[in-house]
RNA sequence: GCCGGCGUGGCUCAAUCGGUAGAGCAGCUGAUUUGUAAUCAGCAGGUUGCGGGUUCAAUUCCUGUCGCCGGCUCCA
């Protein structure tokens, strides 16, 4: 038989199979950085007979997938996830296994076992996955009538793997063998456990069966796996710097931020140093706001409970909030119970409401940096991503329906510039319409379109998320990326149909007739904690200039320069700068090392020869030194530093602090 | 909330088999006047997260609780 590779036509015997092909072809080259093959677009199973392969191309390409490609990466994890669970099969036989996919940064598989799994267990575990990568067993697919399949897991004792039969469509299901382990799979997998790369177990972790809270908790074991020892070591170290630009760590070293779990866990306590950071964003986004034809506003922390009952959120969010109960004079009335605002709407609604409106006054875009508090679970806090007390960036923009689209133009415009700012990567993705969901199909639509209208215009890349809209409207989600990978969501932009109703929300329109506005919940950085946390991480704490806390520090050489040094602060200052002096009697590699490790963009450095040139020595925090620069030439590197952001579009700076 | 791990000066970490807590950095005091990532010396600092139990004796073992870390679920 005559198969094309490459371009170049092979001859294999009949009932051959595509790893054979593949050998045939490639003979003589490096066969083992091939995982899999392509047939004609498709990822092509090597265990499979070639013919059954080629039974739907007649003319076939057949193009290896070498494995350091996404896809050949996807088919290594998910082979070694294969091999880790035949070892855990074969070190603990009484161990029953759920599901083991390839993930982002390698893979796992769930088991379900008398005790969890500890990375004591590992070392066991990697020695055997050893020896069956060293025994080069091949990957053996087999495909059977469901019946049959169930029934030999009932025999096995592999209820999970039944349950998993059980849901699956095909009247056929495939399984593949690794040895004496026999694994529910669709595959592809790499042809023979020879071919495995090289792999580590990373961590075990408790996961609910089908990620269901109700569900009984497996044991998961995650590793990773590479084309080779030099990925794998890489991606351990990425690991490691990861750990390093952690921004709970990064935090406490520059003295940004503290907890007190005694006192408040979940509750961030801003120091100096962080306040300003922060404060600078903050001045810095009103200001963006106001440009954008926003109005700043502020509700009360507390609102009274038949509110947060009338809003809906007593009913569907009240775990999650903090009350307050105010004991009456009369001691057999029942307390005065004030509901802790999670959310900002209700005020801005109020506000709304403080008067009739005209169409005339739509679009009212209402701003506030609203503080809010939600009880959540203690085990999903982390750091400043992730609290109980919150800062966000929240509006409600309350329009007309016809002004839908134009205002999430705006509101998308908003997203990209601050995300070009930052230079952030970022996903976004709208979410549709969920099963459970209030509002007619006419609503919906029109919301959806708008939004989907709206981030088309503004020429945002995205991803539908069907059914994933909040209960009461559609929304667009966006994520940014952390130094981990791990997604963070912040901005997002939501309609919503329930309010304006609950709460009678209504605009006067031009024949004089009451009408219902539609009011948007957007929120851009989302929570100042979490953004400020992600920039943190971002830069790893070497924030850009405009938003470092200490721009600029004058090191003194002796005494005999602090006069000049603090006239230099003095200037730099008037120049719209923060600046400090470190005039301690320390050495100087002292005084630059605290420096660095305090990550100030511009180290001055003042000895007798800048005295008497009138000038400093520049030191960037990069470690670059610029040499003598006079003092209106570091006010010039200064500006332009600051403002260079700020070219990229769309924002403006112009304020300074000292 | 669930599964696992961990709580020792402000921070980072030690303390054999259970024998009564030790270092570096930071801090304070003094000396040193120094040229681009750590000058030297001295001093001070702890009810080992908190409660209960076992023991002659608990940082160490058991238990409860609070918190943190890694995940799961949830989420800005």
Redo the contacts with the bound molecule.
């Keep these: 038989m005559a198969v094309l590779v490459d371009g170049k036509e092979y001859n294999v015997p009949q009932g051959a199979s595509c790893s054979d092909v593949l050998k045939t072809a490639l003979s003589g080259k490096k066969f083992k950085a091939l995982a899999a093959c392509r047939l004609n677009g498709r990822p092509a199973d090597l265990s499979t007979p070639l013919d059954a392969c080629l039974a739907s191309d007649a003319a076939c390409g057949l193009e290896p997938i070498t494995a350091d490609s996404p896809e050949g990466l996807e088919i290594l994890r998910h082979s070694t996830a294969h091999v880790m669970a035949a070892a855990v099969k074969s070190l603990f036989p009484e161990a029953r296994v759920a599901i083991g996919p390839s993930i982002e940064n390698g893979f796992y598989y769930d088991f379900s076992y008398s ?2 799994f ?2 004591e267990d590992f070392e066991a575990i990697e020695a055997r996955m050893r020896e069956l990568a060293a025994r080069d067993l091949p990957f053996v697919r087999n495909e059977l009538p469901r019946d049959e399949a169930l029934r030999f897991f009932i025999g096995q004792g592999e209820s999970y793997k039944q349950a998993l039969i059980a849901d699956l469509p095909d009247e056929r299901v495939s399984l593949y063998a690794c040895g004496d382990f026999v694994d529910l799979c669709r595959g592809p997998h790499v042809p023979r456990t020879g071919l495995l790369g090289a792999f580590k177990l990373l ?6 069966w089908r ?3 109700k569900n009984a ?1 497996l ?2 074991i ?1 590793g990773t796996a590479f084309a080779d020892e030099k990925a794998l070591k890489d991606y351990l170290h990425r690991l490691e710097e990861a750990k390093r630009r ?1 921004h ?2 990064i935090g ?2 520059l003295d940004f931020f503290a ?1 007190h ?2 006192a408040a ?2 509750m961030v306590f801003w120091h100096p140093k962080g306040m300003l950071v922060r404060t600078i964003l903050e001045d810095f986004w009103r200001r963006e706001h106001l440009r954008r034809g926003y109005e700043l506003v502020q509700g009360p922390q507390l609102l009274r409970r038949e509110l947060w009952e009338r809003s809906g959120h007593y009913d569907n969010y009240r775990e999650n909030m903090y009350f307050t109960a105010i004991k009456q004079d009369d001691e057999s009335r029942e307390p005065e119970i004030h509901g802790i605002k999670p959310m900002n709407c209700l005020s801005h609604m109020l506000i709304y409401r403080g008067r009739l409106r005209s169409y005339r006054d739509l679009p009212q875009r209402y701003f506030e940096l609203g503080v809010v508090h ?1 009880h ?8 400043l ?4 007390q ?1 800062t ?1 960036d929240d509006a409600h923009i309350i329009c007309t329906p016809d002004q839908l689209e134009e205002e999430i133009i705006g509101v998308s415009a908003l997203v990209r510039d601050l995300m070009h700012l930052f230079d952030f990567s970022y996903k976004v993705a709208v979410s549709t319409r969920p099963e459970k969901s209030i509002g007619s199909d006419e609503d919906w639509e029109r919301a959806t379109k708008a939004l989907v209208g709206a981030i088309e215009r503004a020429g945002m890349p995205y991803t539908i998320n069907e059914g994933d809209g ?1 209960f009461y409207g559609p929304k667009i ?1 966006v994520r940014l990326l952390d130094s ?1 990978g ?7 932009i939501q309609c919503d149909f329930t309010l304006p109703e609950r709460f009678d929300l209504v605009y006067v329109d031009a024949n004089g007739e009451r009408r219902r506005p539609v009011m948007v919940h957007r ?1 851009i ?3 100042l ?3 400020i946390g992600v920039l943190i991480e971002h830069y790893a704490g070497a924030l850009p200039v405009w938003l470092n806390p200490v721009q600029a520090r004058l ?6 320069q602090h006069p000049f040094a603090l006239e230099a602060k003095e200037a730099l200052a008037a120049g719209g700068f923060r600046v400090e002096a470190d005039l301690r ?6 005084k ?2 605290e420096a ?2 305090e990550k100030i963009p511009y ?1 001055l ?7 008497e040139a009138r000038g400093v ?1 520049v ?1 960037l ?1 990069s ?1 670059e ?1 610029l040499g ?1 620069k006079s003092l209106p030439d570091v006010i010039e590197l200064l500006r332009a530093d600051c403002q260079k952001p700020f070219k990229r579009g769309g924002m403006r700076y112009n304020f300074s602090y000292y």
Aim: with cysteine; charged share 35%.
């Design positions: 005790r969890p500890s990375t961590s075990t972790a408790g996961a609910y990620g269901d809270e908790m044991s998961r995650y952690d709970r760590k406490k070293e907890f779990e005694e866990p979940g939600r959540e679970k203690s085990g999903v806090l982390h750091g991503l992730r609290v109980r919150f966000q909040a989600d981990l791990r997604e963070w969501q912040c901005s997002t929120a950085m989302g929570s904690e979490r953004f090191l003194t050489v002796t005494d005999a009697n320390e050495k100087l590699g002292f630059v090392r660095q490790v180290i450095v003042v000895g007798d020869k800048e005295v020595n030191r925090r470690g030194n003598l």
